[in-house]
Structure formats: C-alpha cells, structure tokens
C-alpha cells in the first residue's frame, strides 16, 4: 500500500473503531457545526478532531502543539518516526441533492521527516468517492485535479503540490468538489485562517 493510501486506511480504522480521546486535544478542538454521522452507522462514533488526529498519526497518540485560527498543530511519533501534521474542518459543506448524509470531512498538511515528505495535503471527504470520478482542489484561483482512493484525496501531480501549499498560505479558503459513489455532489469549503502559522510551527517542531 501506498504513503498515499495509508492515511484513508488509518482513518477509517480509527472511525470504524474509535480512537482514545486526547485530553489536550479536547481542550482546543475547533468549534463548528455538529458532526452528522450516516443514519445507517448508529453504531459509529461521530469522528471529532481529536479522532481524526490519531487516525493521522498511524494509532499513536498525538500532541495539540498549538491552535492557529481553524488549524490545529500536531505532532506523534508512530513506531519512532516522527510525523508533524495541521489538521481542520470543513467551515461549510453542500451537497447535491441537498441534505445528504456524510461523515465529517477533514484537511490534513502533513510532514513525515523520516520519509522526506514536507507538507502533503490530503482530505478525508467523508463518504466513499465514486471510482474513476474527477475530485479537485480550488484555491487562489486555480484548480487542482485530486487523486481518489476510498474517501481520501490527494493532489494528483505531485510537482503541483508545493505551488498549492504556497496558495493555501496566502489564500482565504479553499474548495474541495467530489462525488459520492452514489453519484451526489459535495462542496466543501475549508477556511486557510491560521494554516500559515500552523505550517510554520511544524516546521519548526519537526526540525528537532
């Protein structure tokens, strides 16, 4: 399995089966509109920041280093091997035809020093996408075609994914669009408030 896939996998693992809650976590989780999980999963915890933390983390417990406006700071060392993270909810989502049901959405920039890999953006989009569907990224004006596996997205050119990072920095917010395996539409908007210093403070951290 590919870097690329593993994190759709961890995060599933951990929203199928629930993930401890971390203390500091809790204490500064964004605030937003309620969770809604899928009317069909009563059993499935709604996922919650914290959740999807530990999820990004491979299952090893993370540390909130710092929260910048919607983006929270986080670092783990999952088997000895630092990972440093952002992670963020969606600050509006639409679905067409409306009012469909969905997990929760997440945006995650992560960095995995042991893999020299800097700030890989990908989105858990909450529900399964359909196969062979076209997924993109809207930012500072441009679009960015996504890579679907599961519910994950990642930037399809990998020599784009700088030049994006650099917009999601300067940027206000940023739009993801996919479709669902059953065909609906989704749009979700993630407010950039805060990624700048987030990024930066990982950087920072994962120096050490």
């Known amino acids: 399995m590919s870097v690329r896939q593993i994190l759709t996998s961890l995060v ?38 914290e ?7 491979g299952g090893a417990e993370p540390t909130l280093i710092g929260q910048f406006g919607t983006w929270g700071a986080y670092t783990a060392t999952p088997n000895g091997k630092k990972v440093c993270f952002a992670l963020a909810k969606p600050s509006s989502s639409k679905t067409n035809p409306p009012n469909r049901p969905r997990d929760p959405a997440y945006a995650f920039v992560s960095t995995r020093p ?13 529900y399964a996408l359909k196969p062979g569907s076209e997924s993109s990224l809207e930012v500072g004006g441009a679009s960015y075609s996504m890579y679907t596996q599961g519910d994950g997205l990642w930037i ?8 994006m990072v ?12 996919g479709v669902s395996a ?27």
């Open 12 to 49: 599933l693992s951990a929203l199928l089966c629930g993930a401890s809650s971390l203390a500091q976590a809790q204490s500064a989780a964004p605030k937003g509109a309620k969770d809604t999980a899928k009317p069909a999963a009563a059993a499935k915890p709604a996922a919650k920041p």
């Open 156 to 163: 399809k050119n990998a020599a784009e994914e700088e030049r």
């Open 114 to 126: 042991a893999e020299k890999v800097t700030n890989e953006v990908s989105i858990m989009i909450g």
């Open 182 to 208: 059953k065909g609906t539409e989704t749009t979700d908007t993630f407010s950039l408030k805060g990624l700048s210093q987030a990024l930066d403070k990982l950087a920072q951290d994962c120096r050490r």
């Open 51 to 57: 959740t999807a933390a530990a999820a990004a983390a």
């Open 166 to 177: 650099d917009a999601m920095r300067k940027a206000a917010d940023v739009t993801v669009k």
